[in-house]
């Protein structure tokens, strides 16, 4: 039992163990099932394991160095089920890239580069490739800071995340059933992968205002049921088959904002509601909305000239940029970009269960 190099770290809104790719092993089954048992899976209390028992807080992120020119660190994202012994790369976390460049500086993958490092990352489950840029005063990973992220106690340094090349990084096409706006069980529905394949539907549709507590909403069993045949039957329009087993497509339920943001939203993974939104899921769900005849478009509420899309969720905002060329056709997005915070929780060996 000699264990495993790992760093735990605080990635946005979001937890997960960071690991270079050679400290694990090289068969995906194999390294998937170190994992599942470093995590604590399968077990709804993840007890005998890093988990967190919920899935924003059940990821793993494999850390390397570049494997070919144009980027700095390949990453490859990698959702664990809690209860379920599962292991997924069909999506990319853009809440744990908010970490990589820290990991990859703190790992000697990529120097630091004077008072602000630039860590060009290519995100492996997507083939896109992502920009972070974060403190690294006197050469060293700085975590402090006075950035504050709704969902997450206390601040933290900025991380900027810049993403480009990412529309249909997942699903082909930025809209992947070919429409705009589509109809799923009389439901109206807009589908979208702008880094992350998202479904979105006015709450009311299904039921809600789309303001409800993340704990009211999980304790709906009608609504999951609801949730599930919706994101079930949208994720083989998209492309995506037989979605049962996957935390993809995302389910994202919009509203009226209420706090002088652009809009209300309330996500689920794969039916569970998500304490906040993922940060790619927050990209696709404004991406979406800013399309003429999108589902709930009529909902948005766009912000001044030069300021960002402020998406509101379960435990507050998220501000989003979105620069997307409708001109033609189909749309075109230029560049999308979110501030997000990291910090390192812990590094050293972790034991995995027998």
Partial sequence: MTGVPCMLMRGGTSKGAYFLAGDLPADPAARDDLLLRIMGTPDPRQLDGL???HPVTSKVAVVSAASEPGHDVDYLFLQLGVAEATVSARQTCGNLLAGVGQFAVERGLVPAGGERTTVRVRLLNTGTVAVATFPTPGGEVDYRGGTAVSGVPGTAAPVELEFTGTAGSVCGSLLPTGHVRDDVGGIAVSCVDNGMPVVVARAAD????????????????????????LRTEAGKLMGLGDVGASSVPKTTLVAAPRDGGAICTRTFIPVEPHPSIGVLGAVSVVTALLLDGAAGQDLLVAPPAGEPFEVEHASGKLAVRIELDTTVTPPRVRRSTVFRTARKLFDGTVFPRP
């Fill in 51 to 53: 988990g967190g028992a």
């Fill in 206 to 229: 299904l039921g809600v205002t789309g303001h409800e507590p993340a704990a009211e909403l999980a304790a709906d069993t009608a609504l999951a049921g609801r949730i599930d045949a």
